[in-house]
């Protein structure tokens, strides 16, 4: 959400008194009835505690020109609410450019790499540093060779990175050749991101069945302290 206060059903305002009745259902109402009542009540409860949680929110941290959303998923984690996965992404698909990359990549980057030292700064700053662990990744990768627009084009290998107190930093998984391409001009991975999303699962989320959302078993890395 870009905009928090106006996270809330929409509606005109003769139509947003109902809205505050439109959970509550008699005994006699059947099942479904209550079921749909329930989902109604909690999407507003969620909905007024977020707005709660960002109009309550004021941080001297500096989260750069664009901030990707962290700053409000700071505000969340400082209200305490009960998620334990936040998830934001950078809009429009800014990054997916195939025509004159550098300049804009150059900026993208920049942006997101000062958001996210401000949100950990953030998190110190609240005391939630030891509790927070980032994931930053990016749907595709890229090909190794220029197009002829001055970009490139979506390809196999990429990085992942992960940010935290706990993160034992370094590198793991070797980097990918520049020249020891595949047939078709891909980059060729060394580390089926799977592992690395076993390796949250098990090592940050301590959820030990990672093949049960992975639909497989990934080797994890030895990342956290």
Not at 42 to 68: C, H, L, M, N, T
Not at 176 to 202: C, H, K, W
């Amino acid at each position: 959400f870009n905009q928090p206060d106006r996270f809330v059903r929409k509606g005109d305002a003769q139509e947003r008194p109902i809205f505050e009745h439109v959970a509550e259902v008699p005994e006699a109402a059947s099942s479904s009835q209550k079921y749909l009542a329930e989902v109604a009540r909690s999407a507003r409860d969620a909905s007024q505690q977020v707005r709660e949680a960002w109009s309550g929110y004021k941080s001297p941290v500096d989260y750069g020109i664009f901030p990707v959303n962290l700053n409000k998923i700071a505000a969340l984690i400082a209200a305490e609410m009960p998620a334990r996965l936040y998830y934001t992404s950078y809009p429009h698909n800014s990054f997916d450019t195939h025509v004159l990359q550098a300049e804009p990549h150059g900026r993208y980057l920049t942006y997101v790499a000062d958001a996210v030292a401000a949100f950990m700064r953030d998190m110190e700053r609240i005391g939630r540093a030891d509790d927070v662990t980032m994931l930053i990744f990016s749907e595709f990768g890229r090909r190794a060779a220029e197009n002829t627009s001055l970009g490139t084009d979506h390809g196999t290998a990429n990085l992942m990175f992960v940010v935290g107190k706990s993160v034992k930093g370094g590198q793991y998984g070797k980097r990918s050749s520049l020249t020891d391409l595949m047939p078709d001009g891909n980059l060729q991975y060394s580390v089926d991101f799977r592992r690395v999303y076993a390796t949250m699962i098990e090592g940050w989320l301590q959820h030990k069945d990672s093949a049960a959302i992975l639909r497989d078993r990934f080797e994890t890395f030895p990342i956290f302290t």
